[in-house]
């Protein structure tokens, strides 16, 4: 088994790419070992002095430290990913998607909040991915729309800008009655 890694505008996260699906059709954002018992592989890499973060995305596992250097975390992190697709574990123990909390709207701009999600889920979400993180629709009220920054993207030194400068101008450029985007 060969697993590729790849670095992500946060330093303190590295991408793992198994070549395998990892959790198709959504994403799920371990920030504790507490929160690691939905996981198997998480825990396991909770085991290793350094790691404070694991982000399960489609194809991908992204990992943040928050101590050592990764050229010596690295090897273990990919004998903990290897050992456990070789094993054929399972990555949950029972259906653990971590959608956020609820999402809120005024009915009233229902089609709005649509065309905003459809736009984050067809030009942000993808682009966001590749960089090992995620970005889910929170909410939207009196022009700001809320998202919630997950897996490299929290935390990142750059995600400000990725909100400001990228995000807020596409999704002011399509959805005119946008006039703001915050984290939550």
Not at 111 to 137: C, M
């Amino acid at each position: 088994m060969f697993i590729q890694t790849e670095a992500t505008p946060n330093p303190a996260t590295l991408k793992f790419i198994p070549g395998k699906v990892v959790l198709p059709g959504d994403t799920l954002d371990i920030r504790s070992r507490e929160e690691a018992a939905v996981s198997p592989l998480a825990e396991r890499l909770f085991e290793i002095d350094g790691v404070a973060g694991v982000f399960f995305g489609a194809d991908f596992i992204a990992v943040t430290k928050d101590a050592g250097e990764w050229q010596h975390l690295k090897p273990a992190i990919l004998g903990a990913i290897m050992e456990h697709y070789l094993a054929g574990a399972p990555l949950l123990r029972q259906s653990a998607s971590d959608s956020g909390s609820e999402e809120f709207f005024d009915e009233a701009d229902s089609q709005t909040v649509a065309t905003i999600k459809e736009l984050i889920e067809t030009r942000v979400r993808p682009a966001v991915a590749s960089d090992g993180g995620d970005i889910i629709f929170q909410g939207y009220r009196d022009g700001v729309v809320y998202l919630h920054m997950r897996g490299a993207c929290s935390g990142c030194p750059s995600s400000t800008a990725t909100l400001k400068h990228g995000i807020e101008n596409l999704l002011r450029h399509f959805v005119p009655d946008v006039q703001e985007v915050r984290p939550i």
